[in-house]
């Protein structure tokens, strides 16, 4: 099974970071709120953009199968706390709820 | 402030299936300065090709509202709803906590095209929800139509925010005023003809961004079919 994570921007859909595209050491936990996750990654403009943009972001976890429809979970942050820690290179987003869907079988008219 | 953005300044993305002219900042066009008109956020004129369309995704806290002008747009979401918007008709997503939902051409021959609009809501965590509604195409003749409104009504679509989306077919050598109130803002798009307004043309798919002006004036050099809001 592969895992992705992704945080893009909600409004047009930007990405910000792409876990599939280079080496983010990442965790994801789950807390009695909702989820936190950790991604550990130098301060950069990517950084920049998803603390400038932290009222209005996607968060996603890709799951792949082989032979499987790819799942997709999306994460509602709202307004929840987005932070970076510059001793430790961390930046934590903590979302609310999710919503878990396989595009696959969404659409019927799509071929799906 | 009266500023006009020709036609040919929006950015266009054209991806054979799509033909997409955006006013505002989306997807892989990014331009710092122009993310947002008060609470405006995308104004996205979308023409899709027969039997494609967009594949589920998720939006939150955002009222989305999709102007059909030309054919069918199908809309399905997470919740269950399916539904066909045709011309004429508008729909207004308000995605609050969240909503996946795909939307795609209801034909697998002709055209679509649409305008779709994203506005801030006046509060974050809605309950998601749609609504559909068709106006009385008579009503647009040299008058501002509201069609879409915070407290809706006959054949109005409510919005979570303190705006009116009217629409109107002006004839030639008409004129509508509307006067602008303190502190609010004008969007105008012209989907066909040309207009005049206050001595600044606007031709087709042209679009103004408007403030501080108390009054306007909009006459139409030819006969012309636009679109006004009202926003914060």
Not at chain 2, 26 to 43: A, I, K, L, Q
Not at chain 2, 53 to 72: K, R
């Amino acid at each position: 099974m592969k895992e992705t994570l992704l945080v893009k921007h909600a409004v047009g859909g930007r990405t910000f970071i792409d876990t599939s595209r280079g080496n983010v050491e990442y965790r994801v936990e789950r807390g009695e709120t909702g989820w936190k996750f950790a991604l550990y990654l130098p301060f950069d403009a990517a950084v920049e953009e998803v603390l400038k943009w932290k009222d209005e972001l996607n968060v996603f976890l890709f799951h792949e199968w082989e032979g499987e429809p790819t799942k997709k979970t999306w994460f509602y942050v709202k307004d929840n706390p987005v932070e970076y820690d510059h001793a430790s290179q961390c930046l934590t987003i903590t979302a609310e709820t999710c919503i878990e869907y396989v595009p696959d079988r969404f659409s019927a008219a799509l071929g799906g | 402030m009266f500023h006009v953005y020709p036609s040919n300044s929006r950015y266009s993305v054209d991806a054979g299936w799509l033909r997409s002219h955006l006013s505002f900042s989306f997807g892989e066009y990014y331009d710092p300065d122009n993310t947002s008109f008060g609470v405006m956020r995308v104004c996205n004129d979308d023409e899709v090709a027969g039997g494609k369309g967009f594949g589920p995704h998720p939006h939150s806290d955002m009222e989305i509202v999709t102007i059909v002008l030309e054919g069918q747009v199908k809309h399905e979401d997470n919740l269950g709803n399916v539904e066909v918007v045709s011309a004429g008709e508008v729909q207004r997503m308000s995605a609050g906590t969240g909503i996946i939902h795909a939307e795609y051409n209801a034909s697998r021959t002709e055209k679509v095209n649409f305008l779709q609009l994203w506005f801030m809501p006046e509060q974050r965590g809605l309950t998601p929800s749609f609504e559909t509604t068709g106006y009385d195409r008579e009503r647009l003749a040299n008058a501002l139509l509201p069609v879409v409104a915070s407290q809706g009504g006959e054949r109005i679509a409510s919005i979570h925010q303190d705006m009116t989306i009217y629409l109107s077919r002006l004839e030639r050598g008409r004129i509508l005023p509307f006067e602008q109130a303190q502190g609010r803002r004008v969007f105008l798009f012209v989907i066909k003809g040309k207009l005049d307004v206050n001595g600044h043309e606007l031709g087709e798919r042209d679009t103004a961004r408007i403030e501080a002006v108390p009054s306007l004036s909009i006459s139409a050099e030819q006969d012309a079919w636009f679109m006004l809001i009202d926003l914060p």
